[in-house]
C-alpha cells in the first residue's frame, strides 16, 4: 500500500492546525493557566482529527468522519461558551479560528492538501495583522470605504460571473475580457487612491506625482499647472508634471504587456527613448525642488459609471476595429487606433489587443499606439503652457524632450515600415 498521499495529506492538516495555533498561543501567551480552551497542541491535534477525518471519509465512512467532526466541534462549543461565562471580554476569534482549523484539516485529509496549508497561512496572517488592522479601521474615512467597495464590486462581484466566448456584431465582444479591462484599469486608480490616503500627505507633491500619474497624469498635469499659474506652487510643481509623464509611460508598457502581449517588444523599444529622456529630466528637476506638501492628487476615481462607459466606449471600439479590418486592412485598423488613442490611449491598448492574430502586424500596432501617446503628450504639453504660463517652463521643457525622444522613435520606426 502507497502510503506517501495519505501521510501528505495527514501532514498538511498537521501543518494547518500547528500554524494557526502558533499564532493563538502566542496571543493567549500571558492568559493565566488554564483559562485557555485551546493553544498550540489542541490546535494542532485539532488539524490531525480533522486530516484523519478526512482519510475516513475517502474510504467511504463518511458517518464515522462526521461523528469525528461533530464531537470536535462540541467540544469546542462547550469550551469557548464556559470560558465567556467566565471572561466578559472574551471574543468569538478563537473559537472561529478553532473551528476553520477543523474545516483546513478536513479538506487537506479529503485531497487539498495544497489549499489547506495556504489557507491556514492567509489565516495566521490575518490573525497576527490584528493591531495593524484594527489601526487602519480607526483611520479610514466614509470615501475610502465607498471606495473599496466600488473596486470589490467591479473586480469581485462581476467578472467570475460573465461568460467568455465572442458575441454580438462581428463577434468582437468577449464579456469576461472586456469586463477585464475594466477590472485593471480602475485598478490603476484604486491602487493610486489608496497609496494617496497613505502617504500622499505626508510626501507632498512628489508622491502626488508618481501617485497620480499611474492612473492620470493629464490630471495631475493639470492640477499642478493650475497651482503654478496661480503662483501658489511651493517649488516642485514643475518636477511633479515631469515624473508623472514619466510614470505614464511606464504604465502604458504594463498596460500593453497585460492587454496587447503580441505587440508589447515592438512598443517598448519605441517608448524606451522617451521614458529614458523622461525620468532624466524628472531627476533633474528633482535635485532643484523643495519637497513640501502639494495638493492630492486627482479625487476618488473609483465611480461605476465612469466605468461603465469607458466599458461601452471599448466595446464600440471593438466593433469599429473588426469593420475597419475587413474594409480596409491593417492600414484601416491603424489610423482607428489612431484615432481612438487620441481621446483615450487606454482604450486603444485595448483595441489593439483585442484584434485577431494576424490581423495588423505588431510594428505598425505599436506605431499607431506611439502616435496616440505622442497626441496626448502634445495636449499635455498646451496645458502646461495655458494654465502655468512662465512658470512652468522646466516642466514644458522636459516634457518636449520625452516628446522628441518618442517623435524620433517614431519617425526611425516608420521608416521601417
Known amino acids: 500500500m502507497d502510503w506517501t498521499e495519505p501521510l501528505l495529506r495527514l501532514g498538511a492538516a498537521s501543518a494547518a492546525g500547528l500554524l494557526i495555533g502558533i499564532e493563538r498561543g502566542w496571543k493567549l501567551r500571558e492568559a493565566p493557566e488554564g483559562s485557555r480552551v485551546a493553544g498550540i497542541r489542541t490546535f494542532t491535534l485539532l488539524g490531525v482529527l480533522a486530516g484523519l477525518a478526512g482519510l475516513i471519509a475517502s474510504d467511504g465512512y463518511g458517518w464515522v468522519a462526521g461523528a469525528l467532526i461533530a464531537g470536535a466541534a462540541a467540544t469546542l462549543a462547550i469550551g469557548y461558551t464556559q470560558a465567556s461565562k467566565a471572561d466578559e471580554k472574551a471574543d468569538a476569534t478563537s473559537a472561529i479560528?478553532?473551528?476553520?482549523?477543523?474545516a483546513l484539516g478536513f479538506a487537506a485529509g479529503i485531497g487539498s492538501p495544497g489549499v489547506a496549508v495556504a489557507s491556514a497561512s492567509l489565516v495566521t496572517l490575518v490573525l497576527a495583522l490584528r493591531s495593524e488592522t484594527h489601526r487602519l479601521i480607526r483611520h479610514l474615512d466614509e470615501a475610502d470605504v465607498k471606495a473599496l467597495v466600488r473596486y470589490a464590486v467591479i473586480a469581485l462581484a462581476?467578472?467570475?460571473?460573465?461568460?467568455?466566448?465572442?458575441?454580438?456584431?462581428?463577434?468582437?465582444?468577449?464579456?469576461?475580457?472586456?469586463?477585464?479591462v475594466v477590472v485593471l484599469v480602475t485598478g490603476f486608480s484604486f491602487a493610486g487612491y489608496v497609496a494617496n490616503r497613505i502617504f500622499g500627505a505626508k510626501h507632498g507633491t512628489i508622491a502626488t506625482a508618481i501617485i497620480g500619474g499611474a492612473y492620470s497624469s493629464t490630471a495631475v498635469t493639470y492640477s499642478f499647472a493650475q497651482r503654478l499659474g496661480a503662483g501658489a506652487g511651493g517649488g516642485a510643481e514643475n518636477a511633479g508634471i515631469a515624473l508623472a509623464t514619466a510614470v505614464m509611460y511606464?504604465?502604458?508598457?504594463?498596460?500593453?504587456?497585460?492587454?496587447?502581449?503580441?505587440?508589447?517588444?515592438?512598443?517598448?523599444?519605441?517608448?524606451?527613448?522617451?521614458?529614458?529622456?523622461?525620468?532624466?529630466?524628472?531627476?533633474?528637476?528633482?535635485?532643484?525642488a523643495s519637497k513640501n506638501v502639494g495638493p492630492a492628487p486627482p479625487g476618488n476615481p473609483i465611480a461605476l459609471i465612469p466605468a461603465l462607459t469607458f466599458l461601452l466606449f471599448v466595446a464600440v471600439a471593438a466593433v469599429a476595429a473588426r469593420w475597419a479590418e475587413g474594409q480596409f486592412g491593417e492600414q484601416g485598423i491603424a489610423i482607428l487606433i489612431l484615432i481612438m488613442g487620441s481621446m483615450d490611449v487606454d482604450a486603444a491598448i485595448v483595441t489593439a489587443g483585442g484584434l485577431e492574430p494576424g490581423s495588423i502586424s505588431p510594428s505598425l500596432a505599436a506605431l499607431a499606439l506611439g502616435g496616440t501617446i505622442l497626441a496626448n503628450m502634445t495636449v499635455k504639453l498646451g496645458i502646461t503652457l495655458a494654465y502655468a504660463g512662465g512658470r512652468g517652463r522646466s516642466a514644458a521643457l522636459a516634457l518636449g524632450a520625452s516628446m522628441a525622444a518618442l517623435a524620433a522613435s517614431l519617425a526611425a520606426a516608420a521608416s521601417f515600415l
Do not use: C, H
Open 250 to 288: 511606464l504604465r502604458v508598457i504594463v498596460l500593453v504587456a497585460a492587454l496587447a502581449t503580441s505587440i508589447v517588444r515592438p512598443f517598448a523599444i519605441l517608448v524606451l527613448p522617451a521614458l529614458v529622456v523622461g525620468v532624466a529630466a524628472s531627476l533633474w528637476l528633482l535635485r532643484r
Open 158 to 180: 462581476v467578472l467570475p460571473f460573465l461568460p467568455s466566448g465572442t458575441y454580438g456584431p462581428y463577434a468582437a465582444w468577449n464579456p469576461q475580457k472586456l469586463w477585464l
Open 97 to 102: 479560528a478553532a473551528f476553520v482549523t477543523l
